[in-house]
């Protein structure tokens, strides 16, 4: 049986410098292999020292508007 689960969430409007900033810090998390996430309850993961990464550009049009979307999704198994 398939069990999915919402651990966090963020969503922010940021320039592309305040992006960049933040997948750096995320990307020295991801080197540690160790990621803590703020939320009501502080989250502390344990990454495996195998990784999956998938990275997918999607184009949608909506009245006559483009707009794009770049998914990066990091997987791994424990």
Known sequence: MKHKQT?????AIKSPAGV??????LADKIESK???????TP????L??????????K?????????KKLEVEIKWFE
Do not use: C, P, W
Not at 7 to 11: A, G, M, Q, V
Not at 20 to 25: G, N, T
Not at 59 to 67: A, F, P, T, V, Y
């Open 34 to 40: 160790s990621l803590t996430f703020d939320n009501d």
């Open 59 to 67: 184009e949608k049009e909506k009245k006559g508007q483009k707009s």
């Open 20 to 25: 960049a900033a933040y997948l750096r810090e």
């Open 43 to 46: 989250l502390n993961l344990e």
């Open 48 to 57: 495996a020292e195998v990784l999956e990464i998938d990275v997918e550009l």
């Open 7 to 11: 651990l966090y969430y963020n969503s």
